[in-house]
Every structure is written in C-alpha cells, then in structure tokens.
C-alpha cells in the first residue's frame, strides 16, 4: 500500500521489571503503517500487541528505539506535547469500553470536544449527536451505559474515538467482550468510517474473525514481528 507513513517505528523494545526479573515485551519492532490503513496486530496473548499499541498512544514508553506518530517523534515531546497529541490526533477505543458510569452517551461522546475546548457546547452536541446517529445509536443519546448492551457500549466508544476527527484510531481487542454477531456489525462499522473518512485504524487482536476486514495484517510472535511488516 503507498502513502504517506502516519507511524513509523524503528528497533523498538520494551522491557518490564517483576521483582528482579526483566521481562522482554517487545523486542526490536520495525513498522510503518500509512495514513488511511486499516491494520490488523494479530497474535497470541502476551505477545506484545497490547504494548505495541500502548507505545503507539502514548500510554507507554519504548525502552529503547524511535517511535513517531502524526510527523511527531515521541521521544522529544514533553508531557504536555503528549498530551496534546492524544488529545487533537488519535482516538482509542477499549475492550472494556472505558466509557465514564455517571455520563449519558451523548455526554461520553462529548468528553474528548469538552477537553479540546475548541467548539461552542452546541456545536460539540450537534457533533456529538450527529456520531451517534452515524453507530445507530441516535435514540439511546440520553441512556447511561449501566442501560445499553456491550455491542451498544462499544458503539458509543467508537463515536468518542471518532467525535474529534482523529488521524489514528487504537482498538485493543475490539471485539472481545461481544458475540460473534455485534462483534462482526462492529467491524463494519469501522470499516465503513475508515472508508469515509480516511482515518486510520490500527486493531490489536486474537480474533481471526477480524482479519477479512483488515487492509494490512501484521502477526507479531513473542514480541518480534514475524509477518507483514
């Protein structure tokens, strides 16, 4: 696939201490991902996909390599460039939903525009609104998740993830928590924002099922990329 490289990764490892013990998570990964892909992290659990994506989202650190993202090196931004950067240039959307108990969907999905603080309230609630129309979620705006089924959760992940017009989208194991049916009505819908908006997602995931909707594959195997980079 040709483009223009939205990430680009170069001799990354990751090590973690337990007790006295280094343990090798990730282990020399080179990766370049263009802008308007749709990529699939496929591999066993403990593998290293989780951390692969952490480092990606600024949530990790790499111990050793180079890491950049949206044009940005992430080794020469200070915290609040980080922060910046999560922020305005990519969207996560978890397999545990992450969505906050005591906010209705539409106010989840608003959080990401409140912290941005760079639109009027009516304008992040058209925005807001208009996202869950587009996951079919237009008359659960005033639910609170503790109301709405795991497929239904997830939806209004992705309408967060998407409400700030991302570069990237980071899904660890989207589908993970749901049946094979909302998992599969999940995809597509991602697969479709992909196509329309050109926004980069990049999966994380065990789930073969995932694969057909994948552009790019890429199997990672004890922290080493073994296919597709």
Same mark, same amino acid.
């Given at each position: 696939?040709?483009?223009?490289?939205?990430?680009?990764?170069?001799?990354?490892?990751?090590?973690?201490?337990?007790?006295?013990?280094?343990?090798?998570?990730?282990?020399?990964?080179?990766? $370049?991902?263009?802008?308007?892909?749709?990529?699939?992290?496929?591999?066993? !659990?403990?593998?290293?996909?989780?951390?692969? @994506? *952490?480092?990606?989202?600024?949530? $990790?650190?790499?111990?050793? %390599?180079?890491?950049?993202?949206? %044009?940005?090196?992430?080794?020469?931004? *200070? $915290?609040?460039?980080?922060?910046?950067?999560?922020? /305005?240039?990519?969207?996560?959307?978890?397999?545990?939903?992450?969505?906050?108990?005591?906010?209705?969907?539409?106010?989840?999905?608003?959080?990401?525009?409140? @912290?941005?603080? #760079?639109?009027?309230?009516?304008?992040?609630?058209?925005?807001?609104? #208009? @996202?869950? +129309?587009?996951? %079919?979620?237009?008359?659960?705006?005033? /639910?609170?998740?503790?109301?709405?089924?795991?497929?239904?959760?997830?939806?209004?992940?992705?309408?967060?993830? @998407?409400?700030? /017009?991302?570069?990237?989208?980071?899904?660890?194991?989207?589908?993970?928590? &749901? $049946?094979?049916?909302?998992?599969?009505?999940?995809?597509?819908?991602?697969?479709?924002?992909?196509?329309?908006?050109?926004?980069?997602?990049?999966? !994380?995931?065990? +789930?073969?099922?995932? &694969?057909?909707?994948?552009?790019?594959?890429?199997?990672?195997? +004890?922290?080493?990329?073994?296919?597709?980079?």
């Amino acid at each position: 696939m040709n483009g223009v490289n939205i990430i680009e990764i170069r001799g990354v490892t990751k090590d973690y201490t337990l007790g006295k013990v280094k343990v090798p998570a990730l282990r020399g990964i080179d990766l $370049d991902i263009v802008k308007g892909d749709l990529v699939t992290i496929m591999g066993p !659990s403990g593998s290293g996909k989780t951390t692969l @994506l *952490n480092i990606i989202g600024c949530i $990790d650190l790499p111990t050793l %390599g180079n890491v950049k993202v949206s %044009g940005r090196e992430l080794t020469l931004l *200070n $915290d609040r460039e980080i922060t910046n950067l999560r922020l /305005h240039h990519l969207g996560f959307i978890f397999q545990t939903f992450n969505l906050i108990p005591v906010l209705t969907s539409v106010e989840n999905v608003e959080f990401p525009l409140l @912290l941005q603080k #760079s639109l009027s309230r009516k304008e992040i609630r058209k925005r807001a609104e #208009s @996202l869950l +129309d587009e996951v %079919g979620l237009a008359q659960y705006g005033h /639910h609170r998740p503790a109301e709405l089924s795991g497929g239904q959760r997830q939806r209004v992940a992705i309408a967060r993830a @998407l409400v700030t /017009h991302p570069d990237i989208v980071l899904a660890d194991e989207p589908t993970a928590n &749901l $049946d094979s049916a909302t998992g599969a009505s999940i995809l597509e819908l991602m697969k479709a924002m992909n196509a329309k908006e050109q926004t980069t997602f990049v999966f !994380s995931t065990h +789930d073969k099922n995932v &694969l057909k909707y994948a552009k790019t594959v890429v199997q990672i195997v +004890d922290g080493r990329i073994v296919a597709g980079a």
